[in-house]
């Protein structure tokens, strides 16, 4: 690849010492400048990365020493930093989802595309050993022909454990917004796009109470629907029932299953890159566990974006923006779905992005990478 391909990090909460873990010591990258609304932040960040500059957010945009923007805001800042690395000539790649809204979701790719630079998205996780393993088992037939499939994230609420959790409940939060891009980005590489849904949805309770963290007890109002559940239509008349809930105490449901003439195939969680899948194929007697057979092996968050500058024009970036559009598109239907009482066709689509091989940890890695303490 040359010379390493140099990234300015923006937004430095958790989720960056994940990115960070992965991408540091990588021989294909280096994190070249970190950049934070809180500048006491990103300058402690780069206190321990030797190498790295803390800069201000417009500088780090500007900066000729970055190639790629790893936007890692929250949700309604996603479009804006975007934005402004597209302007100055750089790739980006976020946090799912895209952007906020599927208008400024749009604004994104069309700029992205007439400036002539790449956009990727989150999720990643789906590009771990779990998601592609259960995919090559449908390409491979041994569920037949797919006919239907189901998909469930059903939680308490986040309120239980997180200590700041007001966004959850807000517009632009809510459990399909938050979880769903991992659902329906699986769903995209297990049985392709979508071209149409049905969607429904409840708000049950107008407060929930913060159970943890300074904050323990405050009651937070809640703007937006916490239950929602709806029907997906595939492109090549598979059908998905999907649920995403705030409101259940537990389930044994698996997160996704997908129904063959065959054989039922079950997926593990989407949010991780791992689990096990199990097929129970017609006339047997009992689950099969299905060793992994593709996908990055010991994945971790930052794996999508070095598929996406190891992607180098030569092929389209597994994490791409093109999916991140369709994903949000879809979840937005599903919810103007709800509001009107109507069926709605999507106007994206997107072809499933490239199977990934079998990947040894070390080879995506890269053989002389190191693992870095956490900043």
Same mark, same amino acid.
């Given at each position: 690849?040359?010379?390493?391909?140099?990234?300015?990090?923006?937004?430095?909460?958790?989720?960056?010492?994940?990115?960070?873990?992965?991408?540091?010591?990588?021989?294909?990258?280096?994190?070249?400048?970190?950049?934070?609304?809180d500048?006491?932040r990103?300058?402690?960040?780069?206190?321990?990365?030797?190498?790295?500059?803390?800069?201000?957010v417009?500088?780090?945009?500007?900066?000729?020493?970055?190639?790629?923007?790893?936007?890692?805001?929250?949700?309604?800042?996603?479009?804006?930093?975007?934005?402004?690395?597209? /302007?100055?000539?750089? %790739? @980006?790649? *976020?946090?799912?989802p895209?952007?906020? !809204?599927?208008?400024?979701?749009? =604004?994104? +790719?069309?700029?992205?595309?007439?400036?002539?630079?790449?956009?990727?998205c989150?999720?990643?996780?789906?590009?771990?050993?779990?998601?592609?393993?259960?995919?090559?088992?449908?390409?491979?037939?041994?569920?037949?022909?797919?006919?239907?499939?189901?998909?469930?994230?059903?939680?308490?609420?986040?309120?239980?454990?997180?200590?700041?959790p007001?966004?959850?409940?807000?517009?632009?939060?809510?459990?399909?917004?938050?979880?769903?891009p991992?659902?329906?980005?699986?769903?995209?590489?297990?049985?392709?796009?979508?071209?149409?849904?049905?969607?429904?949805?409840?708000?049950?309770?107008?407060?929930?109470?913060?159970?943890?963290?300074?904050?323990?007890?405050e009651?937070?109002?809640?703007?937006?629907?916490?239950?929602?559940? /709806?029907?997906?239509? %595939? @492109?090549? *008349?598979?059908?998905?029932?999907?649920? !995403?809930?705030?409101?259940?105490? =537990?389930? +044994?449901?698996?997160?996704?299953?997908?129904?063959?003439?065959?054989?039922?195939?079950?997926?593990?969680?989407?949010?991780?890159?791992?689990?096990?899948?199990?097929?129970?194929?017609?006339?047997?007697?009992?689950?099969?566990?299905?060793?992994?057979?593709?996908?990055?092996?010991?994945?971790?968050?930052?794996?999508?974006?070095?598929?996406?500058?190891?992607?180098?024009g030569?092929?389209?970036?597994?994490?791409?923006?093109?999916?991140?559009?369709?994903?949000?598109?879809?979840?937005s239907?599903?919810?103007?779905?709800?509001a009107?009482?109507?069926r709605?066709?999507?106007?994206?689509s997107?072809?499933?992005?490239?199977?990934?091989?079998?990947?040894?940890?070390?080879?995506?890695?890269?053989?002389?990478?190191?693992?870095?303490?956490?900043?």
């Amino acid at each position: 690849m040359g010379d390493a391909h140099r990234i300015g990090v923006v937004g430095l909460g958790v989720i960056s010492r994940a990115y960070l873990d992965t991408l540091l010591g990588h021989p294909a990258v280096r994190v070249t400048a970190v950049a934070d609304l809180d500048a006491s932040r990103s300058a402690a960040v780069a206190a321990e990365l030797p190498g790295v500059e803390a800069l201000t957010v417009e500088e780090l945009l500007s900066s000729p020493d970055v190639d790629t923007v790893l936007n890692l805001t929250v949700p309604a800042a996603h479009a804006e930093i975007a934005l402004g690395a597209i /302007g100055h000539g750089k %790739h @980006v790649y *976020g946090e799912k989802p895209l952007a906020a !809204t599927l208008l400024e979701a749009h =604004a994104v +790719t069309e700029a992205a595309a007439k400036a002539g630079v790449g956009v990727g998205c989150a999720p990643d996780t789906v590009l771990g050993t779990g998601i592609q393993t259960a995919r090559a088992a449908v390409e491979a037939g041994h569920i037949g022909r797919p006919l239907f499939a189901s998909a469930a994230m059903i939680t308490p609420g986040h309120e239980r454990w997180h200590p700041h959790p007001d966004f959850y409940y807000t517009t632009g939060g809510g459990p399909l917004l938050d979880m769903g891009p991992y659902y329906l980005a699986s769903l995209v590489h297990l049985l392709g796009p979508v071209r149409a849904v049905i969607g429904t949805s409840s708000r049950l309770r107008a407060e929930r109470v913060i159970g943890s963290g300074p904050r323990a007890g405050e009651r937070i109002p809640v703007e937006v629907d916490s239950h929602v559940s /709806g029907v997906l239509e %595939h @492109v090549d *008349g598979t059908l998905t029932t999907i649920t !995403t809930s705030f409101d259940g105490v =537990a389930t +044994t449901a698996a997160p996704i299953e997908v129904h063959g003439e065959r054989g039922t195939l079950t997926v593990p969680d989407p949010n991780c890159f791992d689990g096990e899948v199990r097929l129970f194929e017609l006339g047997d007697t009992h689950w099969r566990t299905l060793p992994p057979s593709a996908g990055y092996v010991g994945g971790a968050r930052g794996i999508g974006l070095l598929d996406f500058i190891g992607a180098d024009g030569q092929r389209a970036p597994r994490a791409s923006g093109d999916l991140a559009l369709h994903v949000l598109e879809a979840m937005s239907a599903l919810l103007r779905s709800s509001a009107e009482g109507r069926r709605i066709e999507l106007t994206t689509s997107t072809a499933p992005p490239v199977p990934v091989p079998l990947t040894a940890a070390e080879e995506w890695r890269g053989r002389s990478a190191r693992r870095p303490t956490s900043p």
